[in-house]
């Protein structure tokens, strides 16, 4: 099947493409003019998450947390493995905990959103929502598949409307709160 508006055309006994010549002639009617999304693309900086400073008391917190979890798993597990693990699991949370958010550069475009180079197809997602909270807000894309986590990608509250206004020429704006984890982690000042 050939369309006649494509400027190539396949030959199956391998010759090369034949170029269709897209000039209207002289007896056609000028096509209506059509919005050209290709063009559209949007680029910013902002942080890759909000930072939670936390003091001496959260460290201490999340000492004893981690060594009262330890402690109830060995007594009664009588397992070193699984006391390790809480152990090691406090450790990289306490690491995680402390390190400071770098910027990262997105940019949404008809390929899809990037961060920090990386292109996130916009195909993957059914919907995206706007999730505001303190100094930054951020967009949520919420994947098709099922074991595939969000996207999220933050920026200024003065960008929000190009940003939504963009990205709602891709996808459905989904008026949606975080799940129970996310609202975990959000509360615990990760």
């Given at each position: 099947?050939?369309?006649?508006?494509?400027?190539?055309?396949?030959?199956?006994?391998?010759?090369?493409?034949?170029?269709?010549?897209?000039?209207?002639?002289?007896?056609?009617?000028?096509?209506?003019?059509?919005?050209?999304?290709?063009?559209?693309?949007?680029?910013?900086?902002?942080?890759?998450?909000?930072?939670?400073?936390?003091?001496?008391?959260?460290?201490?917190?999340?000492?004893?947390?981690?060594?009262?979890?330890?402690?109830?798993?060995?007594?009664?597990?009588?397992?070193?493995?699984?006391?390790?693990?809480?152990?090691?699991?406090?450790?990289?949370?306490?690491?995680?905990?402390?390190?400071?958010?770098?910027?990262?550069?997105?940019?949404?475009?008809?390929?899809?959103?990037?961060?920090?180079?990386?292109?996130?197809?916009?195909?993957?997602?059914?919907?995206?929502?706007?999730?505001?909270?303190d100094s930054l807000s951020s967009?949520?894309?919420?994947?098709?598949?099922?074991?595939?986590?969000?996207?999220?990608?933050?920026?200024?509250?003065?960008?929000?409307?190009?940003?939504?206004?963009?990205?709602?020429?891709?996808?459905?704006?989904?008026?949606?709160?975080?799940?129970?984890?996310?609202?975990l982690s959000r509360r615990l000042?990760?």
């Amino acid at each position: 099947m050939n369309d006649e508006n494509s400027p190539w055309q396949y030959k199956p006994d391998g010759d090369a493409p034949a170029q269709n010549n897209l000039a209207p002639s002289d007896n056609s009617t000028p096509a209506a003019p059509q919005r050209d999304s290709s063009s559209k693309s949007l680029s910013w900086e902002a942080l890759e998450y909000i930072d939670h400073p936390h003091g001496a008391g959260w460290y201490l917190a999340l000492v004893l947390i981690t060594a009262a979890l330890a402690a109830a798993a060995y007594l009664t597990l009588k397992d070193r493995v699984a006391t390790g693990t809480i152990v090691v699991v406090g450790i990289i949370v306490g690491i995680f905990a402390s390190q400071k958010p770098h910027r990262a550069k997105y940019e949404i475009s008809p390929a899809g959103l990037s961060v920090n180079g990386k292109l996130y197809g916009l195909g993957n997602y059914k919907s995206f929502a706007v999730i505001r909270e303190d100094s930054l807000s951020s967009i949520y894309l919420f994947p098709l598949r099922r074991f595939m986590p969000p996207l999220s990608a933050y920026f200024e509250p003065k960008d929000e409307a190009r940003i939504t206004a963009l990205l709602g020429d891709y996808l459905p704006y989904e008026d949606r709160e975080l799940d129970a984890i996310d609202r975990l982690s959000r509360r615990l000042r990760l």
